[in-house]
């Protein structure tokens, strides 16, 4: 009942045109002999682009944008955003300061809607036909885009209260996601990074268990242990082979694996035991093997499957509220 009755929910619904439409058999597609195929440039999963998805981007940017600050605090919850109340007032003046930059660059969408239009026309001569009769006109257009936010404060039924570690497993799904990300951003990273910066990345995360554990064990125990990790790390600077930096990315990666998670919860993996084994120098065991801590180590070893680089997210050296998330 503590998370209904300290959270507000907030409503986001951010509508973006998509500029594509079902792609036709019988007309964009031609198969058999001398058949074609529209370029990837026009075709993509089963839809054909009418419009150069680069005009648009700067709308969909800002959607995630809003998104992205919803997660830094809150938590997805029944089709919205639960945040807590005390974060309500500074998030609303974000939300509108996004909102602003979303119509001044949809002005500017319109503005050059027929020239963007003409222009993608141009580039896909071969389909211009089929292009110009099912690209919608510019009023059309922009009443597919609109953002708004509504926020809600709500009251549970004696009995239909939310379990609160169902909500507690979905703030730590979002972390695991967010830790996979950042693993990711710091083993593909070129660059050393300052102890300050990487603290930085990582108060947001024990912000946001810190403001929606409301008491609960499970959020709690993994607060703790991303606060032991803050205070391991010394002040200085730290290659990419760093001990310090190889520890950050093992205790990441396991927050990012369930089994891993669930270790970290019932007390059987730690900050403190990976300290320990990195100053010892033996390997950490896991499901997977071992993990060397040594110094030379690339941590190629790492129990952590590196399959992309997410570059919607803040680059690490970036100045930006939004961080860890």
Partial sequence: MEFIQGTTLVHLKIKCWGGSKKASRDNDIK???????PSEKLLELGRKKIFPPKAIDPMLRHRKTAERHLLVS??????GYA???SEVQ???KTLESVKKKFY???VHFLDTFEENKQKWLFENSEFESILRDQTPDKDYVEKAFSFEYKLFKLDALPGSEPDSDDVANQVLHEIGQSCKRFSERLLTRNQGIGSANLKRQILPVIQKLDLLSFGNHR????LSEFQALDRSIPDG??????????????FLSMCADPDRLERIIDGSLSVE???????????????DGPVSFDSGDSLSSTPFDIQSTDTSITDLSADSSIGFF
């Avoid at 809150?74 to 089709?79: E, K, L, Q, V």
């Avoid at 959020?219 to 993994?222: G, L």
């Avoid at 600077?237 to 093992?250: A, E, G, N, T, Y």
């Avoid at 035991?273 to 499901?287: E, F, V």
């Fill in 31 to 37: 198969l058999g002999t001398n058949g074609s195929m």
């Fill in 74 to 79: 809150g938590t997805r919850f029944i089709g």
């Fill in 83 to 85: 945040i807590p109340d």
């Fill in 90 to 92: 500074s998030l609303s």
């Fill in 104 to 106: 001044e660059d949809l």
């Fill in 219 to 222: 959020m709690n125990k993994v």
């Fill in 237 to 250: 600077h730290f290659k990419k082979d760093d001990p310090v930096l190889s520890r950050v990315i093992v």
């Fill in 273 to 287: 035991s990976i300290i320990r084994k990195s100053s010892q120098a033996t390997p950490l065991t896991t499901n």
